[in-house]
């Protein structure tokens, strides 16, 4: 099945501060999403992104499919962004998404 | 439009008990999918359900588990003999049209076995 590596595992800022977070897949996929999993264990949308590039506020992503990664960026971090970043990715042969491992971000005041 | 539901939203057994867990997908949703989280580990998939018909549920742990997808509406999830390693929050997530389209997930069950 499709490999999903997410980097860096943990990352710790300061408030104010941006950041960038990576996604890398083994294969092509019809699908991909950004997730954050707010401290309730919520798992919020944040995009679904295929392919291409959306903002929406504060956060922004890239897809480059071709090249099998994509970019969730967080500028101007606030202590409510803390929490863990998934990212899922589904292809056509395959009704399941596979989730990486995600990254555990940490935002201080 | 409601979102997807899930209930309970805790859930304390103790081992060898059997627990039933419930989503409701959002109207109009024919892929119904569960993952589960556990040990604070990777979301791991479950099974999928296309309507009433289980289209893969290679993820399914063991004979332990039983989903069902009762016409092509709500979908239960049931543990039964619960063990220890089956503590964890349990996922469900629903997306319309083709089964690559975006997944909507519900804000999980969480389940303790002690």
């Known amino acids: 099945g499709i490999q999903v590596e997410q980097s860096p595992p943990d990352l710790i800022l300061q408030e104010g501060a941006n950041s960038t977070l990576r996604c890398n897949f083994s294969?092509?996929?019809?699908?991909l999403q950004w997730f954050h999993q707010n401290p309730w264990g919520q798992l919020i949308n944040l995009f679904y992104i295929p392919s291409g590039t959306k903002q929406n506020g504060r956060l922004s992503a890239t897809t480059v499919a071709t090249e099998r990664y994509s970019l969730l960026y967080i500028s101007s971090s606030q202590t409510t962004d803390s929490g863990v970043y998934f990212c899922a990715v589904g292809d056509s042969n395959a009704g399941k998404s596979t989730f990486g491992d995600g990254t555990t971000l940490t935002v201080k005041p | 439009e409601a979102g997807v539901t899930q209930f309970p939203s805790h859930s304390v057994i103790e081992k060898g008990q059997t627990v039933t867990l419930r989503c409701d997908p959002i109207s109009g949703h024919d892929n119904l999918y569960w993952y589960r989280r556990v040990m604070g580990k990777e979301i791991k998939f479950l099974l999928h359900f296309v309507k009433e018909s289980k289209q893969d549920e290679s993820g399914m742990p063991n004979n332990r588990f039983l989903a069902e997808r009762t016409g092509g509406t709500y979908s239960t999830l049931k543990v039964q003999p619960a063990e220890l390693e089956d503590s964890g929050v349990y996922f469900c997530?629903?997306?319309?049209?083709?089964?690559?389209?975006?997944?909507?997930f519900g804000e999980g069950s969480r389940l303790t076995v002690l």
């Open positions: 294969d092509s996929v019809n699908n």
């Open positions: 997530a629903s997306s319309q049209g083709h089964w690559t389209g975006e997944l909507f």
